[in-house]
């Protein structure tokens, strides 16, 4: 969504964050009574209306607060220049956090019911037709053939948050690149081959030779999605996925630190790269997110949140 002159525009969803905008000075947009995404404009510096509407951090971390239903459509153009780095470091992370949240609570759902289908198979008992429909599509979504079972659970799997941050931070510069303010760009992912020459964002300095561009996105929500589902079937990550697996079978957390260690494909830095996002993981204390989750869209808000 892009923004009109003199505003910026985010998206929300659920009526509870009316409520809290209308309590904050902003003009809120009809309200979905579904549930859908609602934007919310403030005239005002972008950072600024994060900060108001940002949630208790510190709660998030202890395990003691939910994370708010606030989807930004993209980034604050000022993020960059906040000056007091930890409060700018604890933005993004408020910003990008129920993103990936939600993208792995969609995620999570398909695998949930993939589970109880393999259950079922495992019983012999005979799959209704919606379910065999259901195979075959998530089957091409996923890129791999709908009666491998055991592969599909491989593939459909959320992404520990810690490791999701830290790419985003990595790859964004807490969000601070061109990319991810011109494109929403959050993971650095290239625009497919052959792909038409206008279609994503190129950058300044490219080897010689090379003539790739990083590919832009609709919103942030989108570009949070594509890279959940690179990590789920991309050749590359391959390694990723089985030890993921490997974790779920032996009925251990999924580790973002560990499981940095099979990105090694993901940047041409290979090992420096997975070193970096292991020191952004410990010295961030990402790990802490891997247990957050999204709190309930409609609980009306306590009070005004404070990041």
Known sequence: MKSSKGSKRYLFAGTALACAAIAFGLAPMPISQTGELIAIVRNSAPAQTIADL???IAGVRAG????PHVFLASLPADLA???????????????????????????AANRARL??????????????AEDRLWLI????RYHT???????????????????????????????????AHQGNALFGQRASIGAAETEGLAPSQRGSGENFRVRAYGDLGEAVRS????????????????????????????????????LLRYSERGDAYVQTLRQLIRSNRLADFD????????AEPASKPAI
């Open 64 to 67: 003691e607060r939910d994370v």
């Open 81 to 107: 220049t906040m000056q007091a780095s930890a409060l700018r470091k604890d933005m993004f992370v408020a910003m990008i956090l129920p993103l990936v949240l939600r993208a792995n609570d969609e995620i």
């Open 115 to 128: 589970m109880e289908i393999i259950e079922r198979v495992n019983a012999d008992a005979k799959l209704a």
């Open 145 to 179: 053939d709908p009666s491998n079972l055991a592969e599909l659970a491989r593939r459909i799997d959320v992404v520990p948050p810690s490791l999701a941050l830290a790419q985003a931070v990595e790859e964004s510069g807490w969000g601070t690149s061109r990319f």
């Open 137 to 140: 599509a998530i089957g091409e």
């Open 227 to 262: 890279y959940t589902h690179n990590l789920n079937t991309h050749a590359a990550y391959a390694r990723f996925r089985a030890e993921r697996a490997r974790r779920r079978a032996a009925d251990k957390p999924l580790d973002g630190h560990d499981l940095a260690g099979t």
């Open 291 to 298: 247990k957050a989750r999204l709190g309930d869209p409609f």
């Open 54 to 56: 940002a949630y208790d």
